[in-house]
């Protein structure tokens, strides 16, 4: 009797212990909801700490390279290719048994310049444009075929009125650059999932001009799977209501939608935008938070954090994939941008890779809300 007591004294310990171990997660939590995605660098994919690792392969049901596929390192002269990062961050992804996202094909952003100008330096035809886009995405696309869900395969493409970004694909082929992009990577891998990929599209102007994109492009006959949202966010912009309105416009255009890119910066900020070559000079006021961030800001960022996740549930019907941009607060690229050197806070995980409160909070909001898929 009285090993029986003990034995089963000892079992409770080891099942307790397991318990803390296997903690609930996002991931389990909004599994048949949405998937929970973060992107990783490739520190991490290294598994330099074991740590960071660990809680992307626990923690996450999703990943997305921060940068290893981008078209710049993936593709830095027109005969080269570097597979090396990209290789080993999809085999991460399916080591732990997640979901890879390809991220990005085609981008004004991080791409070699050699894409757009011939040997003496002049702007390529339409012709050699459209060709080179053509052997970028069969080769990156191909490479990784039936092993990559979805593409973002156009990033980026509007300025925040709705008109056309003139980047140098815009300039060469005109809007149409973006039709072939959709029907380059559908032949490379015709079952993977087309993502068109940008930030503020809670911007009404900038929201109006992607629902046209989607129509014209499903018009050509083109496969557009979801609408990327970049959700960079801030402390006020975008609204709750904004927010929503574009979703209910992306759901009536009938596409899905992906969180792609989630952080809500706590710091004040001169630029709502993402177009990464944005830079504005530090000043110690806009770095308010370098010894910790008062419990009343915090508490603001919690409320953010769980109204947008809220909203994310609430639209889990289209909603497939929340991606957060980065695991931890040391690592966001928002410490650089769009002003160098400060100390943000945008993050599920802090400075020392601790999962902070609200996660617990948006777990609860996640058990709470029924399957709608
Ligand atoms: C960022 C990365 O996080 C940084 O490490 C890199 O230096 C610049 O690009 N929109 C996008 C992402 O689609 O690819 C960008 O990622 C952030 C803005």
């Not at 002049?122 to 979805?150: C, F, N, T, W």
């Not at 015709?190 to 993502?195: F, G, R």
Request: proline residues 4%; positive net charge.
């Amino acid at each position: 009797m009285k090993t029986r007591t003990i034995s089963a004294i000892i079992a409770m310990i080891i099942l307790a212990s397991t318990n803390v171990s296997a903690r609930e997660t996002l991931a389990k939590a909004t599994k048949g909801k949405f998937l929970m995605g973060v992107a990783i660098n490739m520190q991490q994919v290294n598994g330099v700490n074991p740590v960071e690792t660990d809680l992307i392969a626990n923690e996450f049901s999703a990943v997305v390279a921060e940068n290893c596929m981008k078209p710049q390192p993936t593709h830095p002269q027109e005969n080269k290719y570097v597979w090396d990062d990209a290789d080993k961050f999809v085999a991460f992804g399916e080591k732990n048994k997640q979901t890879v996202t390809g991220h990005c094909l085609i981008w004004h952003s991080q791409i070699g310049r050699w894409m757009f100008v011939n040997d003496s330096g002049k702007d390529v035809s339409p012709e050699v444009l459209k060709e080179r886009m053509r052997q970028h995405i069969y080769a990156v696309v191909g490479r990784y075929k039936g092993r990559v869900k979805g593409w973002d395969v156009v990033n980026e493409a509007f300025e925040d009125n709705g008109t056309y970004r003139k980047s140098k694909f815009y300039q060469i082929l005109g809007k149409d650059f973006i039709k072939y992009a959709f029907q380059f990577a559908h032949e490379a891998d015709p079952n993977a999932e087309l993502y068109y990929n940008d930030y503020n599209v809670e911007t009404p102007a900038k929201c109006d001009a992607i629902v046209q994109l989607v129509k014209e492009l499903k018009a050509a006959g083109c496969r557009i799977d979801a609408v990327g949202s970049q959700s960079h966010m801030h402390m006020v912009n975008p609204t709750l209501e904004a927010t929503e309105t574009s979703f209910k416009k992306l759901k009536a255009a009938g596409v899905h939608i992906l969180i792609t890119e989630w952080d809500v910066s706590i710091l004040p900020s001169p630029y709502d935008g993402a177009n990464i070559s944005a830079s504005f000079k530090y000043s110690k006021e806009m770095d308010p938070y370098r010894d910790g961030v008062p419990a009343d800001v915090q508490q603001k960022w919690n409320k953010r954090v769980l109204d947008m996740f809220g909203l994310f549930l609430k639209y889990s019907d289209v909603v497939d994939r929340v991606t957060v941009w980065g695991l931890n607060d040391a690592g966001t690229w928002l410490n650089g941008f769009p002003i160098r050197g400060r100390m943000d806070y945008p993050l599920l995980f802090d400075r020392k890779n601790q999962r902070k409160s609200v996660v617990d909070e948006m777990i609860k909001m996640a058990q709470k809300t029924k399957v709608k898929k």
